[in-house]
C-alpha cells in the first residue's frame, strides 16, 4: 500500500476529509499506517489474516470503551468493506523511541497493572459472539515458532550468546497455562504511548486473543526487562492467578519474541539496537 493509492482509497471513501497532508508512520508485518494532517491515523491490512485482525478489532471496540483504563484508537473512518480504518490520533509518542532516557517507570507500573488488570477480567459473558482467536501454545510451540528467526538473525548476534540461546531452544519448562483470557497479545513498546512521563494510551490491537496473560507481560520483559514487568505485576491484581508462574512464563515467552525483532531489525535499526541490547539480560 503505497502513500498515493492509501490516497486514493481514503479520498474515495470519505470526500469530506481533504488530504492536506499524508506521511508514512509505519509498517510492520500485518500493517501499513498513514497519518493524515498530523490529526489522524489509517491503517492497512497488507495479508488476508490481517484483514480478519481488523473484522475482529472492530467486533470489539464497544467493549474496550468500557473496560479499557487507558486511550485507544476509536474508529471514526471506516468503509463498507472494512478494508481500512481511520482514527483520531491518540496523544503522545511510543514508548520505543524514548525508553531509555524515559523517567516514569512508577507511572508506567501503576498504569499498566491497573490497564491488564481490567483487561484481563473482562467477563466472559461480554465476550461471547465475538469469535475471538483462541490461542493456547505450549512451550514448544513457542520454541518451534522462534526458532527460525533465530536461525535468519544469528548472525547480527554477538558470539558471546549463542550458546545460552541454544540452552534455551533446547530446554523444556514445567508447567502450563491454567486459564485464558482476553489479551491485547502484541503489547511491545512499541504500541505503548508516552506524554509527559506517563502512558498516554494503547494501540494496535490487531492481535488480540484470548490466550495467556503472560502473553502481555513477555513483550514488556522482552523490550524493557525484568525490572519493568515486576513493577507492573506488583500492581496487577487479578484473582486466582499465580504471579511467580506468570513470570516464569512471560520472560520464557519473550525470549522467543526477541528473534522475530532481532528480524525486524534487519531494516529498521531502532529494532535491531533494542533487541541487541535485550540479549544482554536475557541470555
Known sequence: MDENRAQELISTNFPELTIKEIKKIGEGTGNVAYEINTDFVF???????????????ISFQEILKNYSSLPIPEFKYLPNDHSFVGYQKLLGTPLLYIHEEFK?????????????????????????GLNLLTENKTFEDWQKY???????????????????????????????????VFCHNDLGIEHILISENEVSGIIDWGGVALTDPASDFARIYRDVGEKAIDG?????????????????????????????DL??????????QKSLAALEWMF
Open 43 to 57: 491503517r492497512f491490512p497488507k495479508k488476508p489474516e490481517n484483514q480478519k485482525q481488523l473484522e475482529q478489532e
Open 104 to 128: 516514569g517507570w512508577d507511572n508506567f507500573s501503576q498504569q499498566i497493572g491497573d490497564f491488564l488488570t481490567k483487561l484481563h477480567t473482562i467477563p466472559t459473558e461480554k465476550l461471547r
Open 146 to 180: 522462534s526458532y527460525p528467526f533465530y536461525e535468519k538473525t544469528r548472525y547480527l548476534i554477538p558470539g558471546k550468546y549463542i550458546s545460552g540461546i541454544e540452552r534455551y531452544f533446547q530446554s523444556t519448562p514445567q508447567g502450563g497455562v491454567s486459564g485464558l
Open 232 to 260: 507492573v505485576l506488583a500492581v496487577y491484581m487479578p484473582t486466582q492467578i499465580n504471579k511467580k508462574e506468570l513470570r516464569d512464563r512471560a520472560m520464557f515467552y519473550g525470549k522467543c519474541l526477541i528473534f522475530e
Open 263 to 272: 528480524f525486524c531489525g534487519i531494516r529498521d535499526d531502532v529494532y535491531l
